[in-house]
């Protein structure tokens, strides 16, 4: 599986869920554990897993395994493992305290307007 192609279908499921501000970062050089994290929240608890099944299942769909699957009961962080892609869901205000954008700042901002609704 191409990982440009897992990174897209990732981004596009987190918008059809509505998920807000969907930022994907190449980590490559900078982290060992994958080579892109994407990050979006949603305002409920329903929404937060709703945006996390979605990307399970469009991954699914393109044959890929989950590997790891954390934090969906509780729905305040989501982490969905795509093996190269890991996927943070956030409720709004635990993406706000978590802050990973500031965390990762130095990694490059991969552009998914093109990808996103409008």
């Avoid at 970062?25 to 608890?45: E, R, W």
């Amino acid at each position: 599986m191409d990982e440009r192609t897992l990174l897209w279908t990732a981004v596009k499921a987190a918008d059809d869920k509505r998920a807000e501000n969907i930022v994907a970062l190449n980590m490559k050089g900078i982290s060992l554990v994958a080579d892109y994290f994407v990050i979006c929240h949603g305002n409920s608890d329903k929404q937060v897993q709703a945006i996390a099944n979605e990307i399970k299942e469009k991954s699914g769909e393109l044959g890929v395994t989950v590997k790891r699957f954390e934090g969906y009961n509780e729905a305040k962080w989501i982490l969905v493992d795509l093996g190269d892609i890991i996927v943070h869901v956030f409720h709004r205000d635990e993406r706000t305290y978590y802050n990973l954008e500031r965390l990762w700042g130095d990694a490059p901002v991969e552009n998914v307007e093109s990808v996103i609704s409008q």
